[in-house]
């Protein structure tokens, strides 16, 4: 999720008291995902008390508990966290579970829901108050809530904005566990995300993300607005909602975070015995531009999906226990994974203005390595040995040249005549140099497309595919025969070509006029 820009912090300031009872999904509970068929209104703060399961099938429907309905009931009465959460010793936050540490058995679970919750909504009853159900099949029904929860987490601008609000004070949320002491602390320069350690479940003695986020952020959150200061949100919907989450304030302008990187340097290529490989030795090198990375992407997890170093640290050549063997060249390859660099670059392929011409390319078998060329180039000549990466990398990238325009415009025909199957419908009169401006507009400003379309005459490729770049590339007709070739099952016929590559193009650059399946819109119907 995005979120940027400085000063205000957009959330729901909510009293000390009903702040504090917002502690976030109960452990032995989960987010209840909801069904919208029903009046309610879509909420953030349903959860399912479904805890028992752990000890073996439910006999009832799980419980779907609605946290913040229940806060708001409490605060008027001064009531905080304290009334439903206890205190975890020697720790600076409250159980996320209900009045208990953990779970010890079925029975006990049980219990302490059936008699905390059902006396409570005796005693509001008593008093005179509107209160909640004290029979079971009131709680353990099959409620079907519409859900607006959505995930959350810290991009570059809302951990500016902590940053900023923790004076610099990194230690406020990082630390690490010293195994020789023992305990947790904080070390300069070895800052590394939560999810590092707090994986989806808990690890032993390592709480999971879900865990350590509500204990840590909500508290904190919960201090600062006791204390009358800008804060984060203590309420489910305040981080989960996703309406609410469009309109958390964003930075404009964001200081670059430093933590010892590169401006730019090599793809380190390493051994499996941790042995670094000379790149002025080396035929091809990969120089990569770390900083303008940064820029493109909210999260160095875009890249460092499981730690802060260079990749080659767990990619090794030849695979390491510690990438699980994924080598470097796969690290670097794979399509299916986004951290990786063609799995990246790959995603963007999805875009609307690339998708017109990338989503109707078939891959080649065997792939072509004419686009290698775009990553893997020879280090300078003058190169000496042992020279420092980073200015290996720095003249490479220097000299590479990107690509902002296609063909001069003498070049490109104005219209094309596609008169070859005129039968039914009247010729098509193809708008050509009016489609390549089209084209070539919308890929103004974007720096993939600059520099892995390596010459001007790249873009024509997406229409005219499997032809060298040319000015004047073969007609369709060359290759596409009138019918179908049916000892070729991947090349269509003359009239499907054209009906797959156009309509294909305008359904996924979701152009309307013509719409892709609107036939009179490019060739009218002879009388």
Not at 34 to 45: K, L, N, V
Not at 118 to 130: F, L, M, N, S, W
Not at 273 to 292: E, S
Request: proline letters at 6%; glycine letters at 6%.
């Amino acid at each position: 999720m995005r979120l940027n820009r400085v000063s205000r912090f957009r959330y729901v300031h909510l009293t000390g008291a009903a702040a504090a009872l917002m502690l976030a999904a109960l452990i032995g509970c989960t987010s209840a995902a909801s069904s919208s068929g029903t009046a309610e209104a879509p909420r953030a703060d349903i959860i399912r008390i479904d805890g028992l399961s752990q000890f073996g099938p439910l006999e009832r429907p799980a419980v779907v508990f609605l946290h913040e309905k229940h806060t708001q009931a409490l605060a008027p009465k001064n009531k905080d966290c304290a009334a439903c959460h206890l205190p975890v010793p020697d720790k600076k936050y409250m159980s996320t579970k209900y009045m208990r540490l953990k779970d010890e058995s079925r029975n006990q679970v049980m219990e302490v829901y059936h008699t905390r919750c059902i006396d409570c909504h005796r005693q509001t009853t008593a008093a005179g108050e509107k209160s909640g159900p004290v029979v079971c099949a009131g709680c353990h029904a099959d409620k079907q809530i519409p859900s607006s929860w959505a995930d959350i987490g810290l991009d570059k601008s809302l951990h500016y904005r902590h940053v900023k609000a923790q004076e610099n004070k990194c230690e406020a949320c990082h630390h690490q566990f010293d195994p020789v002491a023992k305990k947790l602390v904080y070390t300069k320069g070895k800052e590394e995300t939560c999810r590092y350690c707090h994986l989806d479940h808990p690890v032993e003695k390592v709480s999971s993300f879900r865990q350590a986020a509500h204990d840590q952020c909500i508290d904190c959150h919960r201090k600062r607005l006791a204390d009358n200061k800008d804060a984060g949100p203590a309420t489910c919907s305040g981080c989960h909602d996703a309406g609410l989450q469009k309109k958390i304030a964003k930075v404009e302008e964001i200081p670059r975070l430093m933590r010892g990187q590169p401006d730019v340097t090599l793809v380190q290529a390493v051994t499996r015995d941790g042995r670094k490989l000379d790149g002025a030795t080396r035929a091809k090198v990969v120089p990569f531009n770390h900083i303008a990375h940064e820029a493109a992407n909210d999260t160095c997890r875009a890249c460092h999906h499981a730690a802060m170093s260079a990749c080659g640290t767990c990619h090794t050549l030849q695979g390491s226990k510690e990438g699980k063997f994924v080598s470097l060249q796969t690290a670097m390859h794979r399509v299916s994974a986004q951290p990786s660099c063609v799995g990246c670059h790959q995603a963007y392929l999805a875009d609307k203005r690339c998708a017109g011409c990338h989503a109707a390319m078939t891959p080649r078998n065997p792939q072509d390595v004419s686009g290698c060329a775009s990553c893997h180039v020879p280090p300078p000549a003058d190169t000496a040995p042992q020279t420092d990466p980073k200015l290996i990398a720095a003249a490479l990238l220097e000299a590479r040249r990107p690509v902002k325009a296609t063909l001069a415009d003498d070049a490109v025909p104005e219209t094309v005549m596609i008169k070859a199957l005129s039968n039914t419908y009247e010729p098509v009169n193809l708008p050509h140099r009016k489609i390549v401006h089209a084209l070539q507009k919308q890929l103004t400003g974007s720096k993939l497309a600059a520099y892995f379309h390596p010459n001007p005459g790249s873009m024509c490729q997406g229409c005219h595919h499997h032809s060298p770049v040319s000015a004047k590339p073969p007609a369709c007709a060359s290759c596409h025969g009138r019918s179908f070739d049916e000892r070729n099952l991947f090349k269509p016929g003359l009239q499907a070509a054209y009906h797959l590559q156009c309509m294909e193009c305008h359904h996924h650059m979701g152009i309307e006029k013509p719409a892709a399946t609107d036939c009179t819109g490019c060739h009218k119907k002879k009388p």
